[in-house]
């Protein structure tokens, strides 16, 4: 039975345009769009209809970076694919692409698997995978070719993390040469892992222990460093690279230099590196270690470079790399010894609030949110026009967002599962207030009415963002 429902009398935001419409589903799908008030838009019947009158109607975000369920320093990230998506409906998310993981000496299919063995049934919302690759070989290679026909169609490689993600320079030209015949992204995690270990262990036998020496080891030139590298590495493959977490202004010139030679290379920031900084690592009594994150947050002087970035297109996208780990239990694996702080910080919820704020704080315009939160994201990973805007035939995956609504950001009144909030206390105007995901309502009035199992997986094609 199909059912018709009216979004009515809403401003509707894409990257493209704002319109006061009226929105018409059926069957999961936005049907048509008329001007509120017109002929057409009073001549439409529905089983359901939406007021969304002095609201905005907005496509449903797009994460681009999660990480559910990810094995991490000796235990996971809290938020299971269950709880995560539900996370993120409430927060006005209803797409998110989270990596699966190939350890090291398994295939990729078997990570592949695993990943979807943690999410199937489980989701609220929509969700692909991107694929880490952790042991880049001649098999794993060839196994990108068959992961892109599946819709995993972007690899994340790590120069960080030696022992555990990392990949050498040969490794990494490899899986670049690889993505430049089969048409997969590279998505890079730009950080000195080799550099930065030194420095680890050089400022432990110091007794450097606290959570704000995890900031001061991860230096700013380790990341424009490893980005740098990474571009030249792209060029010689004659790959496009798109950088995750990028959260020094340093990182940013690397960017814009590439972009202004015509180069194919992208740039992604986390809400995180917009909003907190040094300061929230240096809280005293361990409280630091809530806001342990590879890339480190910054001094705050780097924000200004992040949202010019965002404005001139240097940067492209923001997700918030959702890793959650609870303070207690999780993040106190840390005390005395901040390399042992599992890395990762809860946000799922919270990032089209946050960029909605700094919409209201004058960063960014209306359409740029929805372009950075919504569009590009779906493009850049193959998932556009399906998911990301609002026309006939996408998905109706719909926020009805009310942008002078007040809330204050809270452990107490979020829906991730963990313990602490990253922004507590934080009062952002705006606030989702119904999501629909393809049709279905699964945030009702700030009732959640979704269920376990509603979202699918939904494969990707390649990059779009290039054409
Ligand atoms: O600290 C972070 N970002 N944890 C998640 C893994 C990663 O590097 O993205
Ligand atoms: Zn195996
Ligand atoms: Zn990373
Ligand atoms: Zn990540």
Same mark, same amino acid.
């Given at each position: ?202 400022? #432990? +036998? @110091?007794?450097?222990?606290? *959570?704000? /020496?995890?900031?001061? &080891? ?5 990341? %424009? $460093? ?6 030249? #590495? +792209? @060029?010689?493959?004659?790959? *496009?690279? /798109?950088?995750?977490? &990028? ?5 940013? %010139? $690397? ?26 690592? %240096? $809280? ?184």
């Amino acid at each position: 039975m199909s059912t018709r429902t009216l979004v009515r009398g809403g401003l509707v935001i894409t990257a493209a345009e704002e319109t006061h419409a009226d929105v018409l589903v059926e069957e999961g799908r936005v049907v048509a769009l008329a001007a509120h008030g017109s002929s057409a838009a009073e001549a439409w019947t529905a089983d359901r209809v939406l007021d969304a009158t002095g609201k905005y109607v907005i496509p449903g975000g797009v994460d681009a970076h999660t990480h559910m369920e990810l094995p991490f320093g000796g235990t996971f990230a809290s938020d299971d694919f269950e709880t995560g998506t539900r996370a993120a409906a409430w927060g006005g998310t209803t797409t998110i692409v989270d990596f699966a993981v190939q350890t090291v000496g398994h295939t990729l299919r078997e990570g592949l698997d695993a990943w979807h063995a943690k999410a199937d049934g489980k989701c609220a919302i929509d969700y692909g995978f991107h694929m880490i690759l952790s042991d880049v070989d001649d098999s794993s290679l060839k196994e990108m070719d068959l992961l892109i026909e599946e819709g995993v169609t972007s690899f994340k490689l790590f120069m960080a993390y030696p022992g555990v993600f990392y990949s050498d320079d040969g490794q990494i030209l490899r899986a670049m040469q690889r993505s430049s015949l089969n048409g997969g992204l590279i998505m890079m995690h730009a950080e000195n892992g080799i550099a930065i270990d030194v420095l680890v262990e050089q400022a #432990l +036998a @110091r007794g450097e222990t606290d *959570p704000r /020496y995890h900031g001061e &080891v991860r230096k700013v030139l380790l990341e %424009a $460093e490893a980005t740098h590298r990474a571009i030249q #590495l +792209a @060029r010689v493959a004659g790959a *496009p690279l /798109y950088v995750v977490h &990028v959260s020094a202004e340093e990182a940013v %010139a $690397e960017l814009a230099a590439a972009r202004d030679k015509g180069l194919p290379v992208f740039g992604e920031t986390c809400p995180q590196y917009l909003f907190l900084s040094t300061d929230n690592l %240096a $809280e005293p009594g361990f409280e630091g270690a809530k806001y342990v994150c590879s890339t480190p947050l910054r001094p705050r002087e780097h924000q200004a470079a992040l949202w010019r970035g965002l404005r001139t297109n240097d940067l492209q996208v923001v997700s918030t790399d959702h890793c959650p780990f609870c303070f207690r239990g999780q993040k106190e694996l840390g005390r005395g010894d901040f390399s042992k702080i599992p890395n990762g910080l809860p946000g799922v919820e919270n990032r089209m609030d946050l960029l909605h704020q700094a919409v209201v704080d004058g960063h960014i315009s209306r359409r740029r949110w929805i372009e950075i939160a919504c569009a590009t994201p779906a493009r850049m990973f193959g998932l556009y026009p399906k998911k990301g805007t609002i026309a006939p035939g996408t998905d109706a995956d719909l926020v009805i967002y009310d942008p002078k609504a007040t809330q204050t950001l809270s452990a107490e009144t979020h829906h991730m599962n963990v313990d602490y909030s990253a922004y507590e206390g934080k009062t952002v105007t705006g606030r989702v207030e119904t999501v629909l995901s393809r049709g279905e309502v699964v945030i009702d009035r700030r009732t959640f009415t979704g269920r376990a199992g509603h979202g699918v997986y939904t494969p990707r094609s390649t990059c779009q963002y290039l054409n």
